[in-house]
């Protein structure tokens, strides 16, 4: 049943492979936790009782609100699916409260941080070293998920127009407008990483195969790790930083949404909050009386 669920949120959920992978897992710690704790095999048996029992475990054992919420999504979800597709006659998931979560403001990389990062000497010369330092610099040029970095295409890449295309969550595309900077950048890069043919992806292994999520967080975390003291050294930050920075420049928080690609508004909100924190600081450092 795990599997015809992945196929469902994959094929008619659209969603991403990335958030079937977490969903697929929670599923996965979800019946463990029957079978060990509770003595049920199968979950479609399972009453709120055990998904209160549940939640209750993961709080135990440390995970966080963000991560436990996520879950329960998840089981939301997946028993939905189970209604529909397989007869269950009920959710035990439904209507079981969210728990709060602390508010979460991941700081971007200044301006300078960010200089340090892409500085080239900071990088191997050689076809690694370009390719990472591109890597680099197409998360912040774009601010794209991950997931979007990996699937980037060399034919979804029009320099004569000045767009790129971008498959976002839920298989929905948008356009980017590209850099001169980065348009300069991406000829060099394709000097030492021509296209291949069968192997349409912009980022590979040396072996040719598209890069993984696992090695993508590997290159940003490691250059971050030796240019900024930021908290969280994710691909993620340079996306946050991409938004932060041009809000700060006075970009319209609605063409921050698109660029993002963002659902709605409420979304792209997160970033002026960041940027205040940042306008406090340099307020409270500059500000005669704030010294």
Known sequence: MLDSFADYLLL???????????YSSDLKQWTIFLEWQIGMSQPLEAKRSH????IANLVDRGVDARSVNRKLSSLRTFYRFAIEVHGATENPA???PALKEKKRLVRAL?????????????????????????????????GLRSAELIGLKHADIDLPEGTIRVIGKR???RMIPVLPSWAEAYTQFIEQWPRVEGRGCVFRKESGESMPRRLVYSIV????????????KSPHVLRHTFATHLLDM???????????????????????????EQ?????????????
Do not use: C
């Open 12 to 22: 008619e959920r659209r969603l991403s492979s990335a958030t079937v992978e977490a």
């Open 51 to 54: 998904v209160r029992s549940w």
């Open 94 to 96: 439904k209507g079981i």
């Open 110 to 142: 200044s301006q300078e941080e960010m200089e340090a990062l892409l500085d080239k000497s900071l990088f191997e010369p050689n076809r690694v070293g370009v390719r990472d330092h591109f890597l680099l610099f197409t998360l912040y040029a774009f």
């Open 171 to 173: 298989s929905k595309e």
């Open 221 to 232: 975390h490691s250059y971050l790790q030796r240019t900024s003291n930021v908290e969280t």
């Open 250 to 276: 006075g970009a319209d928080l609605s063409a921050i949404r698109s660029l993002l690609g963002h659902a709605n508004l409420s979304a792209t909100q997160i970033y002026t909050h960041a940027s205040m």
């Open 279 to 291: 306008l406090k600081r340099v307020y409270h450092q500059s500000h005669p009386k704030g010294r």
